[in-house]
């Protein structure tokens, strides 16, 4: 039985794989489930085992991507006291998954609007979580310096940074993730005490 189980799941897995392939080549709608079929070497009823819809094998996409980027990262950031090495590590993480999983994030970016009303809301509400994980730890990190509205606007910068990621970096390029990371960590943190300088400036002048 765990065997039968190791294997429908590996099978699956390589079913997400083809599927998060080629939509984020030719979109959702123009992918069919004999594309996918194919290209997972399975005959069409043989995906249908595993998949009974589309829609399904995007959903099982989105969400397993999901639970790879909230995986233990409240657990890994509690680990850590100062605020400067949370958002550092945010950061980080952040750029080093993004890469290894372009099809997956292109996925969730331009096709989970395809996704049944129930099934985008589960994907919103984890995209929500990783929201709040981020603008937490940029209050920690600024502490009372900037007001709320301000903490979600850089929090909104932050992600769109990072996110646009995926649309050009090529991780074979000269440029590491590593490399790349302190790059988006730099610019953010040094943006960052500006804005605590001219905020203590304001409450001092």
Request: charged share 25%.
């Amino acid at each position: 039985m765990k065997e039968e189980k190791k294997f429908s799941r590996k099978r699956m897995g390589n079913i997400a794989k083809a599927g998060a392939e080629l939509f984020s080549k030719k979109g959702f709608a123009e992918t069919s489930m004999e594309d996918i079929a194919a290209a997972a070497k399975l005959s069409k009823g043989g995906i249908y085992y595993y998949f009974p819809s589309k829609t399904g094998l995007l959903y099982y996409i989105l969400d397993n991507f999901m639970d790879m980027v909230l995986k233990d990262l409240e657990a890994e950031l509690d680990l850590l006291d100062n605020g400067l090495e949370k958002l550092r590590k945010l950061i980080f993480r952040h750029v080093e998954l993004y890469p290894k999983h372009v099809a997956e994030a292109k996925a969730l970016f331009h096709e989970v609007q395809n996704l049944p009303p129930k099934s985008f809301r589960k994907i919103a509400d984890r995209e929500r979580e990783y929201y709040r994980i981020t603008s937490d730890v940029l209050s920690g990190y600024f502490g009372s310096a900037l007001d709320r509205e301000q903490v979600t606007a850089i929090t909104f910068i932050l992600l769109g940074m990072c996110n646009s990621i995926y649309a050009w970096y090529n991780p074979k390029s000269a440029i590491t993730p590593e490399q790349l990371s302190q790059t988006v960590f730099d610019i953010l943190s040094s943006g960052v005490a500006g804005i605590q300088r001219k905020a203590a400036g304001s409450r001092t002048g």
